[in-house]
């Protein structure tokens, strides 16, 4: 099958790789439809991942059509529509136990696919614990509108929920790229008075405006000064999702006293927490990156028409021209947000 491989640091290309098949009970194997490429994908090219392994085919966040599922698999079956967790977690550790699925223990657990293992960005793909990592689609709902179920909508939901936004309140969410553009999306469903959204980029804020017009989208030199405006000194939640160093400190200077502010960018260094400068502010910070644990309520809102990410594909790529795909999304050229690349499956 055609699979597109991490060949060394600064090197993606398509190969050919032998089609997967089950390793275990557990897993299933996925005939890929749809695949999008991520901004972590770029991480691995640029050697930024180090736990990366040279050889797997990448790619984290896709769908497709159960093609073949292992003796234990109980919830999905050959020739169901699924769409397949970022973290493939096996359920059953303390951290699972938890919710906290990122810290799976397990070997295969946490972001492996398409990082340890090989993932999606290939015909095919096999899914270990298959049965907690596809989340059916429902009938009625397209493979495009599934498409960021497992990653992005995913870590939208989790962001805006652990900010805990009450009704009511007032929310900032910096960055308005693809990731804070899900926060904003998910964080709509908790009904904050007022939506916030902190975006340097003008197109991408025009973008997030257009889309979703219950935000207000400000640029980082508004941000502080209207929070302080409001009748509480700032924001009651801030979600950061932007992750340079001018964004970092926005967060928590917008924040009121005892917000609550959710790091969830992934940040290329470390970052300084002036600790004199906010004392007496009382924060709670909460860091880290998506427990994708949240997958099938978010498939239900999907389903619902509660959530719609789709917008956020702006370009549709066949498989073949994938390396053209990379280029466009890595020069955030041609108004690029999100894109599908297309399984041909010649
Ligand atoms: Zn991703
Ligand atoms: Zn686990």
């Known amino acids: 099958m055609l699979a597109y491989t991490y060949l060394a640091k600064g090197t993606f290309a398509l190969t050919q790789k032998p089609k997967p098949r089950l390793l275990g009970p ?9 695949a999008s490429i991520c901004t972590s994908d770029l991480h691995i090219r640029n050697g930024a991942v180090p736990r990366a392994v040279p050889g797997i085919a990448v790619g984290h966040e896709f769908v497709g059509v159960v093609e073949e599922a292992g003796d234990a698999v109980r919830h999905v079956r050959r020739g169901d529509r699924v769409a ?26 946490g972001w492996a696919l398409g ?9 095919y793909a096999r899914i270990p614990f298959a049965d907690t990592n596809l989340i059916p689609i429902p009938d009625g709902v397209s493979d495009e509108r ?11 939901y989790w962001a805006a929920k652990i900010a805990e936004i009450r009704k009511g309140d007032t929310l900032l969410v910096i960055g308005a790229g693809p990731a804070g553009y899900c ?16 975006e340097s980029d ?17 640029s980082p030199a508004q941000a502080l000064p209207l929070l302080s405006r409001t009748e509480r000194g700032g924001a009651d939640a801030v979600i950061e999702a932007a ?45 880290g990156g998506v427990d994708g644990c949240d997958c099938r309520k978010v498939m239900e ?25 990379y280029e466009l999304f890595e020069a955030k050229k041609d108004g690029v947000m999100k894109i599908a690349v297309q399984m041909e499956h010649m």
């Open 26 to 34: 557990r897993d299933a194997v996925v005939r890929v439809t749809l």
């Open 243 to 287: 992750g340079t160093k001018e964004s970092f400190r926005l967060a928590w200077e917008c924040a009121r006293p005892n917000a609550v502010v959710a790091v969830v960018a992934m940040y290329e260094e470390a970052q300084t927490l002036p600790l004199p400068d906010m004392y007496g502010k009382n924060l709670t910070f909460k860091t």
């Open 183 to 198: 926060a904003a999306l998910c964080a709509l469903l908790h009904a904050p008075a007022r939506l916030v959204v902190c």
């Open 115 to 123: 990082c340890r293992i090989d993932g999606g960005q290939a015909e």
């Open 84 to 109: 397949v967790n970022v973290e493939t977690y096996c359920g059953e550790c303390f951290f699972c136990r938890n919710g906290w699925v990122n810290n799976c223990t397990h070997p295969l657990g």
């Open 146 to 156: 599934a498409l960021f179920t497992g990653d992005l909508l995913s870590t939208g």
């Open 301 to 325: 809102l999907i389903a619902a028409g509660a959530l719609d990410a789709t917008p956020l594909i702006t370009h549709r790529v066949p498989f073949s021209e994938i390396d053209r795909a």
């Open 202 to 218: 003008p197109f991408r804020r025009a973008f997030l405006q257009e889309h979703i017009p219950q935000a207000e989208a400000v």
